[in-house]
């Protein structure tokens, strides 16, 4: 499975089997974020055999049970959306490894994991194989989720039917993509974790585009 098809096979699992994650997986996970720490100066760290952070759980919101992995998404303040961002491109390599994962961003038990020194923790991607895949999310038509000046090109739509799958906190798919005289820009609109949301929209409209934004904009 590539990253892309990973895209269309991802679902937020929130229940997980007891098998663990093979080492040569984990080597793999690791190995990509001990690359994402050196370029951006984020502090990723992947946790194995560790159910406490998934044992308090609050029924509010969310509902895990057996999860014993997870990737600790921290960094100093500010950072909101490269946490976004790279943390889905660990989310998407994990579905290509045949791994379910889910972003979590309050319903951790907050006690049981330990922000490095001078960073916050922004949230953990709970990871493992699931008891089922998950199911797709309801998601606002496409054209609700851009603005253009006139008639876009399809690898612009294939970029929005991407980004229309990416998760987002409660699913709330707060941000805008705008196509105006052949650029494009992406905002986060008002709503909690929007920015968060935004580096994970804009990693998915990546890859669905074919293009970097950096080279849209
Ligand atoms: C930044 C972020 C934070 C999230 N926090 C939580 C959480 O605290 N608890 C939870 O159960 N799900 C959480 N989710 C998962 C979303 O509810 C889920 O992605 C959304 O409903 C879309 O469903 P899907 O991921 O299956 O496509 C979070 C997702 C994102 C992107």
């Known amino acids: 499975m590539t990253e892309y098809e990973a895209i269309f096979a991802r679902h937020s699992v929130r229940k997980y089997k007891s098998d663990p994650i093979e080492p040569e997986k984990a080597a793999i996970l690791r190995d990509r974020i001990e690359k994402i720490n050196a370029e951006t100066g984020l502090s990723i760290k992947l946790f194995l055999d560790e159910p406490g952070a998934f044992e308090g759980n609050k029924p509010s919101y969310g509902s895990f049970s057996g999860c014993r992995n997870y990737i600790m998404m921290a960094a100093e303040k500010g950072r909101d959306e490269d946490i976004g961002y790279y943390g889905e491109s660990l989310v998407l390599l994990a579905q290509t490894l045949g791994l379910n994962t889910c972003w979590v961003a ?52 294939r970029g929005m039917e991407a980004a229309a799958l990416a998760p987002t906190a409660i699913n709330q798919q707060r941000f805008l993509f705008v196509y105006k005289n052949g650029k494009v820009s992406c905002k986060a609109l008002f709503g909690p974790c929007s920015k968060t ?4 929209v804009k990693y998915h409209f990546e890859l669905g585009a074919g293009r970097k934004l950096a080279e849209l904009g």
């Open 106 to 157: 309050l319903t951790f038990e907050k006690k049981a994991v330990e922000a490095p020194v001078g960073c916050r923790i922004y949230d953990l991607i709970a990871l493992g194989y699931g008891q089922t895949q998950g199911v797709p999310h309801r998601s606002k038509p496409v054209e609700k989720l851009y603005k253009s000046d006139g008639e876009v090109p399809e690898w612009f739509l």
């Open 197 to 200: 949301d935004l580096g994970i």
